[in-house]
């Protein structure tokens, strides 16, 4: 069993220094098809509980793992001669392949005076992205899979986006934690690329730190047959306040979020519509590169407004807008 410090997710860039470094070990029992049985029951990104309940060596020891779906898993793990029986563990289950592997977290920060050393992990964080631009990995998400088949049924097209965005990967780490409060099931979580084989860890997490960073997801795809997608969905960044207008802003009030979708009809020619969202109300823009388009959207712009009103959504402005240049 290999213990790692290796973290191939976007949420740990900021909290590599809580990692702690630990050696490689060998089967459970030298038996490789035990060892797969024993592990089969983990599940990939989930945090387990391990106990320390034998000594084998100075440095090897065996480890009762429990957690969700998993009872009395016993595993041979060398922690090194600071490890103590009795010792309480917070493992994190990485991956099954070539070997079972974990993530030893401590559950102190290791701080060298006031700066945070980076440990192997952040090294190893920044080699996956050095490989992913090498190999001209895009920040945005390329899908592979026709989203829906049914264009003309509005409301089967929001449900088959939604599910296409959900399993991604990008959100794996959130639909974890969804799994541990019964929010979201375990067949879900097998159906994401992190559970599938020959998975590459580089591409994926690029994408994950990019929508970290910049605070928009980009996807790209066949929404449906012949027809391609542009979506962002971004944080807008609110405009500068004046003292006077900043203590009139209340608490409850957020920064808005913005969908904008852009497609290039065969008819039609482009179009995007931009929604921004905050506190529930919504302002939206629709605009095309085609004068006959923008008229024809421009005429059936009410009907849009009072359908937007009909389902219950505040709706504060419409409006329609012609760019030649777009």
Do not use: C
């Amino acid at each position: 069993m290999i213990l790692s410090n290796t973290e191939a997710t976007a949420k740990q860039v900021n909290s590599v220094y809580k990692i702690m470094p630990v050696l490689a070990v060998g089967q459970i029992g030298s038996h490789t098809q035990e060892l797969e049985a024993k592990t089969a029951q983990l599940v990939k990104g989930l945090e387990y509980v391990g106990q320390i309940t034998a000594k084998v060596n100075d440095t090897t020891f065996l480890v009762k793992v429990s957690g969700p779906q998993v009872q009395d898993l016993i595993i041979k793990m060398e922690l090194g001669q600071q490890a103590q029986l009795g010792e309480t563990l917070s493992l994190k289950y990485l991956d099954a392949s070539p070997t079972p592997t974990f993530l030893l977290k401590e559950t102190q920060p290791t701080i060298l005076g006031t700066q945070v050393k980076l440990s192997h992990t952040g090294h190893l964080l920044d080699q996956y992205l050095q490989h992913a631009e090498a190999q001209g990995a895009p920040r945005r998400f390329e899908a592979t899979a026709v989203v829906t088949h049914f264009p003309y049924q509005p409301q089967l097209v929001a449900q088959d986006l939604k599910q296409a965005v959900a399993s991604t990967g990008l959100f794996y780490e959130s639909h974890l934690q969804e799994l541990m409060h019964g929010q979201y099931s375990l067949n879900q979580i097998k159906q994401e690329p992190q559970n599938q084989t020959r998975f590459s860890h580089e591409p994926l997490l690029y994408q994950q730190l990019a929508i970290l960073e910049n605070q928009r997801l980009s996807w790209h795809g066949e929404v449906w047959p012949g027809q391609k997608m542009t979506w962002d969905v971004y944080q807008q960044r609110l405009p500068e306040y004046t003292q006077q207008s900043r203590e009139s802003v209340t608490e409850q009030s957020s920064s808005p979020i913005a969908s904008e979708l852009t497609i290039d009809f065969p008819n039609l020619g482009k179009v995007t519509a931009k929604l921004s969202l905050i506190n529930g109300r919504m302002r939206i823009n629709i605009e095309s590169n085609t004068p006959s388009t923008f008229q024809l959207l421009h005429k059936e712009k009410l009907k849009l407004s009072e359908a937007i009103h009909h389902n219950g959504q505040q709706l504060d402005v419409l409006t329609v807008s012609f760019d030649a240049t777009s």
